[in-house]
Nanobody, 122 residues
Framework: QVQLVESGGGSVQAGESLRLSCAVS????????MRWFRQAPGKEREGVAS???????RYADSVEGRYTISKDNAKNTLYLQMNSLKPEDTAMYYC????????????????WGQGTQVTVSS
């Protein structure tokens, strides 16, 4: 059974930082594309960052230079370091693993976590 459990969300002031964690079981971070998505109230879920098992990372333009996706394969855990947070970063953040092992984008199907709320006030 695949489980992804996010933690680390909270309420912060603009300009502050948070680090999200995602504990993964049932798939291995070493050979699955791992992703972070977010969904703000009234908006569609959007991809924030992805980490290909072979190394390349990608970021949404809105977070490029402020967010860093990383993983610890020994702990099977995914992270999202978020710096210089803005009120528009307020959203529920979701961890996801691509359904199949291998490079990002093979199937468009994901295993999902339950989400962790990030709220940034001005």
């Amino acid at each position: 059974q695949v489980q992804l459990v996010e933690s680390g969300g909270g309420s912060v002031q603009a300009g502050e930082s948070l680090r999200l964690s995602c504990a993964v079981s049932g798939v291995t971070t070493s050979n699955h594309c791992m992703r972070w998505f977010r969904q703000a109230p009234g908006k569609e879920r959007e991809g924030v960052a992805s980490l290909d098992p072979y190394g390349p990372t990608r970021y949404a333009d809105s977070v490029e230079g402020r967010y860093t996706i990383s993983k610890d394969n020994a702990k099977n855990t995914l992270y999202l370091q978020m710096n210089s947070l803005k009120p528009e970063d307020t959203a529920m953040y979701y961890c996801a693993a691509d359904f199949f092992a291998g490079p990002c984008g093979r199937s468009g199907r994901y295993y999902w976590g339950q989400g962790t709320q990030v709220t940034v006030s001005s």
